[in-house]
């Protein structure tokens, strides 16, 4: 059984109030007081409820970093930026994987509040997150959405220019020759897939190029869901001479499939996606990607949480950080002749 104040209070021969104070770093207890209050403590090997003692202060020093995949290199980096400002300014923090379940999102989210978190950085999994963040909203306790904006719910976000990142790419194909170009992107209730979506059909708009729904694949947003996707792809009559995929994971998919088939990138299909990862530039071929600042997305969304935390913040704020283009050999920048529409 976990020791209690109590006993802590009975080794030392002291009062549970006089043990408290110690614990609450009051000056109201005397120098040699204290020193047996903590020997009993280190004796005991007592633990302080954090979360009982933050019932009178409104205040736990506990916050939640809720995420939709921590096996994405992508927010493995956001959290760890959250979490070092979070520990520099006294935070602890409760990592939530929600893997894009929207039901296992909402179950973390109600834990949290039970836990009496001092707020919280969110990437939810999709619009229909909007009911349980309003939920929030309701009992004070601030959050900061990262990656992913949430149709109809007006509140603090960190982001990527997702629609210019996509229509970067795509252009950028479009310049070495391609002309059927392929999208393997998210479901459409998840904000950075409708904007992807949207750079990418901007891009084919600009260059003339008529958009053709079939090119265009929805499927999860991991690597399995890229697998299938490269399937797809791969079983077209007249397959596409390149591909755009929403994220590195998905990217990682389609290159397992046209290995399997026995074809290469980017000789028979070329790629490029979003995010960068330390594997895409040690694979074969290097992977040409949209690479984000995403440690920054954590250290600016814990910021903000904290300027709304302590209430120097009024207005609600976006911030959107912009992507950096970085071409490797997987778009085929390197082939003298881009290989034709029908294979």
Known sequence: MPVTIREVAERAGVSTMTVSRVLNESNRVQPET????????????Y????????????KTGVLALIVPDVANPFFTKVVRGAENVGWRNGYRAI????ENDITREEAYLEDMLAQRV????????SDQSRRQLNLVAQHKVPFVMIDRAVE??????????????????????????????AMVNGPLDISTSRDRLK?????????????????VLQTNVDQLG?????????GFKVRPSAVFTV????????????REAGLTIPEDLALVCFDDIEIASIICPFVTVMAQPAESFGTIALQLLLDRISGRAVERRHVTLSPELIIRESCGVNLRNIAGTSH
Do not use: F
């Not at 001092?118 to 999994?125: F, K, N, S, V």
């Not at 750079?199 to 090119?215: F, M, S, T």
């Open 34 to 45: 204290r020193q047996k209050v903590e020997l009993a403590i280190a004796e005991l090997g």
């Open 47 to 58: 633990v302080p409820n954090s979360l009982a003692r933050g019932l009178s202060s409104q």
């Open 95 to 98: 990592l939530c994987n929600t």
């Open 118 to 125: 001092e707020g919280l950085i969110i990437a939810p999994t």
């Open 152 to 181: 109809g719910l007006d509140n603090d976000l960190v982001e990527g220019d997702n629609i210019g990142g996509a229509k970067k790419l795509v252009e950028h194909l479009i310049k070495l020759g391609h002309r059927r170009i």
């Open 199 to 215: 750079g990418y059909c901007q891009a084919l708009e600009a260059a003339n190029i008529a958009y053709d729904p079939e090119l």
């Open 226 to 234: 890229g697998y299938r996707a490269g399937k797809q792809l791969l």
């Open 247 to 258: 994220n590195n994971l998905t990217a990682v998919g389609v290159i397992q499939v046209v």
